[in-house]
């Protein structure tokens, strides 16, 4: 079956700019989650949605990071006034249990 | 707060060489324990986890992992490694009550060559 979705697959962004990345998620899939992964480092947590509300916000680096799922689905983070150091491969994850599948990420570069 | 960390950074073996991959965690309550892998050009993928149980668990390509509570660990192992094992490993572990995300270490990358 479909696996975990993300759009766009590359971004490149001037600093400054706002940019959304997106998150299709296996149907049925009622937890979603987001992740940042630096260049060397393992996934770091960003945001979790139980259904259409954000249970656990607390990884979300400071106010220019911002994510919805306003109907249990498709979700989208969303970054203001990127700066250079937001470049990194955001990783968006569903699941139904304790599991968690992984899509292929968003590969975001901020010039 | 919890922390993973992960021993090795960088192992280089040859095919058939046994691998073991050190992982441990700061965490004192209950914890689920990942391993998860990423080849070249491909997303996250579960190897094997643990929950309660036998603390011997087996995964996926013959892959397996032990939870030794003791000593705060879930090592990664296997006896015989193929150039296609050729990836990243990430271990991860989830806390009790922590709304279910996963806490990562920075990753060992094996790379075996034929």
């Known amino acids: 079956g479909a696996g975990v979705s993300q759009t766009p697959s590359n971004k490149v962004t001037e600093k400054g700019k706002y940019v959304e990345l997106r998150c299709d998620p296996i149907s049925g899939h009622t937890a979603l989650y987001w992740y940042r992964q630096s260049l060397g480092q393992g996934p770091e947590f960003l945001i979790y949605?139980?259904?259409?509300?954000?249970?656990?916000d607390s990884g979300l680096p400071n106010d220019r990071f911002f994510a919805v799922r306003p109907e249990g689905s498709v979700s989208t983070l969303k970054i203001q006034r990127t700066e250079r150091g937001d470049s990194a491969v955001y990783l968006c994850?569903?699941?139904?249990?304790?599991?968690?599948?992984f899509g292929p990420g968003t590969r975001l570069t901020v010039t | 707060a919890q922390s993973v960390s992960q021993h090795n950074h960088h192992v280089i073996l040859s095919e058939a060489a046994s691998l073991e991959l050190g992982c441990n965690y700061s965490y004192g309550g209950t914890v689920n324990l990942f391993w998860y892998v990423q080849y070249p050009g491909q997303h996250l993928q579960l190897l094997l986890k643990?929950?309660?149980?036998?603390?011997l668990v087996k995964g996926i390509k013959g892959f397996e992992a032990e939870f030794i509570k003791s000593k705060f660990s879930f090592n990664l192992r296997k006896p015989s490694v193929q150039w296609s094992d050729t990836a990243e490993y990430f271990c991860a572990v989830m806390v009790s009550g922590g709304y279910n995300k996963l806490i990562f270490g920075a990753g060992t990358r094996l790379a075996v060559h034929p």
């Open positions: 994850a569903s699941s139904a249990s304790h599991e968690q599948y």
């Open positions: 949605f139980q259904g259409t509300g954000a249970a656990d």
């Open positions: 643990y929950f309660s149980g036998d603390p």
